[in-house]
């Protein structure tokens, strides 16, 4: 092991990190792998872009995309079409990513929305987990504990109408 060499690359890894790594210049590597933690948590997915260059510290910055942004509106799919266009995903043939396509601006309710950007795949990081064969996009970690969240709600309310009315009964006695 060439013991100078690793002490300077993990220097330079140190010093990336704990500095901004942002595009903006707004979060070191930690708060953003939070950030994207919590995104996959709850979207089931996380993007990030990668912008290499000389005026950036380091020649690397990363941007976090959220999932809302990816255009899961936008689809150009069928039989005879190669590249196809799923969820704002653009993808070949064999299911290899080509390309993200990102809004160009939030979308916010009564305006009247934007483009959206063609981002080469090479640039995006698309980090999910997939629960099926050729899935395009993540699903939520939270979406199969809701299902059981609601199952159990139905069942505490329906408990407490029972108790309720179980409750309510009355009886009568007449003597003759």
Known sequence: ??????????????????????????LPLLPLEEQLLGTAACEGENFVRRYFGPDLPHGLALQGI?????DDSYNVVGARIDPEIRLGIEMDS???????????QPYVPGSRGGGRIRIAA??????????RVNQTRGMS???????ALK????????????????????????WK
């Not at 959220?66 to 990816?70: A, F, I, K, Y």
């Not at 064999?94 to 160009?104: C, F, K, Q």
């Not at 970690?141 to 299902?147: C, D, I, N, T």
Request: no cysteine; glycine share 8%.
């Open 122 to 131: 090479e640039e995006m990081r698309h980090v999910y987990r997939a629960r």
């Open 66 to 70: 959220d999932p809302d942004m990816v």
């Open 1 to 26: 092991l060439d013991v100078g060499v690793n002490r300077e690359v993990k220097d330079a890894w140190i010093e990336w990190s704990t500095g901004p790594v942002t595009v903006d210049g707004m």
């Open 94 to 104: 064999r299911g290899r990513r080509l390309a993200y396509h990102v809004l160009d």
């Open 151 to 174: 199952t159990l709600d139905r069942y505490v309310e329906n408990e407490l109408v029972a108790s309720a009315t179980g409750a309510a009964k009355m009886g009568f006695l007449q």
């Open 141 to 147: 970690w939270l979406g199969r504990a809701v299902a």
